[in-house]
């Protein structure tokens, strides 16, 4: 799908730090933030309310083409409901963690969302980050960013955001994955969150965009 607004793609690794450089990002720029993978945790959330377990697939996929889920931009961002439900209050509980790569990882999951994500572009420029951005989302886009860390660095991050996350088998599952699996894409400018700071990843991202043809002060 053809972007209305210009969408910059961030992809990356969980706990690289993509968030945070994605924010501060969107926020220099002025365009919209929006993380998937809020959207992802949403879905997750609202699956394991049902007593439904993440890694049935088959029951997932029954669940979510039965309720409506609902994806917008609201005061300048995100705005998402599941079964009529705001889910976006309920996506850092711990259990949500442990289910999301499984719920990720449903096709019909993905193919719902990644349908909702790519028509923001109609509403606003934004800064999207998730897992798949520039591989599927927005291929076409000229903006890309792999954000990632060592294992052992992303591992700290999470425990200090008192958010205990198995960093190696999400990894598995994303990479691994059959459908959309987590990569970084072609023409993305690879950034290293665990060597550089916030600061210097924006003005390296700023320096690329600008090379990219984006307008940028």
Not at 89 to 112: I, Q, Y
Not at 151 to 173: K, T
């Amino acid at each position: 799908m053809a972007a209305v607004h210009p969408v910059i793609a961030v992809d990356g690794t969980a706990a690289s730090g993509k968030s945070t450089f994605s924010r501060a990002l969107a926020a220099r720029l002025g365009f919209t933030y929006v993380s998937t993978g809020e959207m992802y945790r949403g879905v997750t959330w609202y699956v394991q309310e049902q007593g439904i377990d993440p890694q049935d697939a088959a029951r997932v996929e029954a669940l979510i083409a039965a309720v409506p889920v609902e994806t917008t931009l609201r005061d300048g961002g995100l705005a998402f409901s599941v079964g009529g439900i705001d889910a976006l209050p309920h996506v850092r509980e711990g259990r949500v963690n442990d289910g999301v790569s499984h719920v990720a990882k449903v096709s019909a999951v993905r193919r719902l969302l990644v349908a909702q994500q790519q028509s923001l572009a109609s509403q606003s420029p934004l800064v999207m980050e998730g897992r798949d951005i520039g591989t599927v989302v927005f291929p076409a886009t000229p903006y890309k960013f792999y954000i990632d860390a060592d294992s052992e660095v992303r591992a700290q991050r999470r425990s200090a955001q008192g958010e205990p996350d198995i960093i190696h088998q999400r990894d598995a599952i994303d990479t691994q994955r059959v459908d959309s699996p987590l990569t970084c894409a072609p023409g993305a400018l690879r950034l290293d969150s665990g060597r550089l700071s916030v600061t210097e990843l924006l003005d390296a991202a700023m320096a690329h965009l600008a090379a990219r043809g984006l307008k940028v002060s």
